[in-house]
């Protein structure tokens, strides 16, 4: 069985910065491309980010590149979203994800972390 549990949401101003975590347990977490998506209220749940098991390879979404970074620590089985120059569209609930495939979610899933962005 696999536990996704991701933190690291809150309110922050406009132009700021928050880091996003999220640990992996059950399963071999190095053999996991792992992935952030979002969900504004009464919109889609899209894609934000991912990042290949070796870190060899990471993806945006256009809306977030130059601003957030992905990365991950295997050793800690933790995956990390580094959120920078935040504005008020970023404001949504933040969810971990572990199988994702480069853009399509995988099966595990994180309760979800708000961030809210405040202008």
């Known amino acids: 069985q696999v536990s996704v549990a991701d933190t690291g949401g809150g309110l922050v101003q406009s132009g700021g910065s928050l880091r996003l975590s999220c640990v992996v347990s059950?399963?071999?977490?190095?053999?996991?491309?792992m992935g952030w998506f979002r969900q504004a209220p009464g919109k889609e749940r899209e894609f934000v980010a991912s990042?290949?098991?070796?870190?060899?390879?990471?993806y945006y979404a256009d809306s977030v590149k130059g601003r957030f970074t992905i990365s991950r620590d295997n050793a800690k089985n933790t995956v990390y979203l580094q959120m920078d120059s935040l504005k008020p569209e970023d404001t949504a609930v933040y969810y971990c994800?572990?199988?994702?495939?480069?853009?399509?979610?995988?099966?595990?899933w994180g309760q979800g972390t708000q961030v809210t962005v405040s202008s």
């Open positions: 059950g399963r071999s977490f190095r053999s996991w491309a």
């Open positions: 990042i290949t098991w070796s870190a060899g390879n990471t």
């Open positions: 994800n572990a199988g994702v495939r480069v853009r399509t979610p995988g099966d595990y």
